[in-house]
């Protein structure tokens, strides 16, 4: 497991929502485009609660150290409509979140994908609200 | 549906909207349709209340609007702004990380509002039309063939509406100047007039378009255009955007100065 801030590689195989994804407030209010992160780790905790779903992800860096993440989703109304639900994910899964560092430079990001490590994706972002360009999986 | 809507939303914020509409007799949808998805070409003839008018309620899926200038497959923007000097000034000058009113989940505003990805409920009788939008859970009514009053400017205006023929005009004014028009933060002044324009064009689709009047900011009137459809298979859900709002509460943005 590892943590990285690099340029996000593109064509991360993401499809196209069925809805689009909004925050309730703009993405460069609190984000930083030009800082991704991909992390991997271990699901503590998860808010399915509005305006936005947030997990929480304890991520080993290269140094074995754990640090703790919390990533900002969604809102549950279009992710419940888009066919998730909070059980999509659970605590104790091993995920691996890509999104994109808050600009206060805590350990906070704004997830564009989840993936499970089978590859396969569940909810994630706050796509199409003045972000990167990036839409979530459908289920 | 309309009994199963109308109690899950009439929570004390909503009431005054609905009671406002309660003995209107002429609710409902068009009948024997298919659930309005996105794409759906067309759901028959449009639907007409009982004073003849078309009727506009339902639960409507619109398209996302971030950003009013562009032309997409979801909207027929102005891509060149009219800008006033003042306006451009205030334009360059914005930046959502010096602060964020949605963030901090103070209204959006009218045009913010219907720039919104959430569905919005449309309720409908002769001397009224509300709209409920799931964003937030917020409300504004517009009363039919009235007259603008002299109230304190509001964050969604004073909106009054009329029929052009099949249209639906709804003419605001009285904002307090403290919205942006769209996420990406076009600006507007407290001189803002908006002039909306619903159509149903057939059972599945209303065409909107909106005017955008702001003499402080705009040397002259420039227009947005979009459609929205008809989501049977959907009912409004609740909102709130002060539950979890860890974005604000810890500090990851800042609220507007004040």
């Known amino acids: 497991m590892r943590v990285k801030t690099a340029v996000l590689v593109g064509g991360i195989g993401l499809l196209a929502a069925s809805l689009p994804l909004v925050a309730h407030h703009s993405f460069a209010a609190e984000f930083d485009s030009a800082k991704s992160v991909s992390l991997t780790g271990t699901v503590t905790k998860i808010d399915w609660m509005n305006p936005h779903i947030w997990l929480y992800l304890d991520a080993k860096d290269e140094s074995g150290t754990v640090a703790h993440w919390q990533c900002e989703g969604g809102p549950p109304n279009v992710l419940t409509r888009n066919g998730w639900s909070k059980d999509s994910l659970k605590v104790g899964d091993q995920a691996t979140i890509d999104g994109f560092r808050a600009k206060d430079g805590t350990n906070t990001c704004n997830a564009r994908s989840v993936k499970l490590p089978s590859g396969k994706s569940v909810f994630a972002g706050s796509a199409e609200d003045g972000g990167p360009n990036k839409r979530p999986p459908t289920q | ?258």
């Not at chain 2, 759906?40 to 209340?49: C, L, N």
Request: charged share 20%; net charge negative; glycine share 8%.
């Open chain 2, 1 to 258: 549906m309309f009994l199963r809507t109308l109690s899950f939303i009439a929570s004390a914020v909503l009431f005054p909207a609905l009671a406002l509409l309660v003995p209107s007799p002429v609710f409902g949808q068009p009948t024997g349709q298919s659930a309005g998805e996105p794409g759906a070409k067309s759901g028959g003839p449009v639907p007409r209340t009982q004073d003849g008018k078309p009727d506009l309620s339902g639960l409507w899926q619109r398209p996302y609007v971030p950003d009013m200038t562009k032309t997409t497959k979801d909207q027929q923007g102005t891509a060149d702004l009219p800008f006033t000097e003042a306006g451009l000034k205030e334009w360059k000058a914005y930046d959502a990380a010096k602060g964020d009113y949605t963030g901090a989940c103070l209204p959006f505003g009218l045009m913010r509002s219907m720039n919104s990805t959430d569905p919005i409920q449309i309720m409908q009788s002769p001397k009224y039309v509300a709209l409920l939008y799931e964003q937030n859970s917020w409300f504004h009514v517009i009363p039919i063939d009235k007259k603008h009053g002299n109230g304190v400017p509001t964050w969604f205006g004073d909106s009054i509406g009329h029929w052009d023929g099949d249209t639906l005009v709804v003419d605001t004014v009285n904002f307090n100047g403290r919205t942006r028009l769209d996420t990406i933060g076009h600006p507007h002044s407290d001189a803002l007039h908006v002039m909306e324009r619903f159509t149903r064009t057939d059972a599945m689709h209303i065409a909107y378009e909106v005017t955008i009047d702001d003499p402080k900011i705009f040397t002259k009137p420039w227009t947005n255009k979009r459609t929205f459809t008809l989501r049977t298979d959907w009912e409004i859900m609740e909102y709130s955007c002060e539950e979890n709002n860890k974005d604000l509460y810890e500090g990851h943005l800042k609220p507007p100065a004040r």
